[in-house]
């Protein structure tokens, strides 16, 4: 039974397929990126990762299978001398897709497949924090919350009755000027 077998058969015959793949791996390898449909990203990602710790092992064995499925001396001399040196450090993960949107003629979804820059560091492990830590430091900030929203709470008030104390001297003249205008006019 074939079940559970399904993988990116990219709708080709399987002497087709590996042409495909082995000559999308061979463009990757002398350009360092192609830009291509998705599903034959997607399908040669593998392919490429294999190939390349093929080249990380350097052995003859190694040589000969990577020569058997690329076909082209000089690609394989590259992917052995020069790309799988530069990955010595690298556990995996050579290539990176990006999605490119869609082709014009068809609309097929395009990606960007590219080896990731060889030059590796592995990340830092992050400390864990202490869940105490975090309780104590909670009532303080929102204690510095409280106290930022009553500074602030302040100073409106405090602008608010500035605007009224300002609005209340400019009411009074208002009303001396319209008493000088009345008795200019009786006189």
Request: avoid cysteine; proline fraction near 5%.
């Amino acid at each position: 039974m074939r079940h559970r077998k399904h993988h990116g058969s990219l709708g080709l015959v399987t002497g087709h397929r590996r042409a495909v793949l082995a000559n999308l791996a061979t463009a990757l390898i002398t350009h360092g990126r192609i830009e291509t449909t998705q599903a034959k990203a997607r399908a040669v990602r593998p392919y490429v990762e294999k190939l390349i710790t093929l080249g990380k092992r350097g052995d003859l064995h190694s040589r000969r299978q990577a020569l058997a499925k690329l076909r082209y001396r000089p690609i394989v001399d590259k992917l052995f001398n020069d790309i799988a040196a530069s990955y010595g450090d690298r556990p995996g993960g050579y290539t990176r897709i990006i999605k490119t949107g869609f082709r014009v003629g068809d609309a097929a979804p395009m990606a960007l497949i590219e080896l990731v820059e060889a030059g590796y560091e592995a990340k830092p492990v992050k400390a864990a924090k202490k869940p105490a830590a975090k309780k104590e430091a909670a009532p303080a900030e929102k204690e510095a919350k409280a106290e930022e929203k009553a500074e602030a709470e302040e100073k409106v008030e405090a602008a608010s009755s500035e605007t009224a104390v300002e609005a209340e001297p400019e009411a009074e003249p208002a009303a001396d000027a319209t008493a000088e205008e009345s008795k200019v006019e009786d006189k």
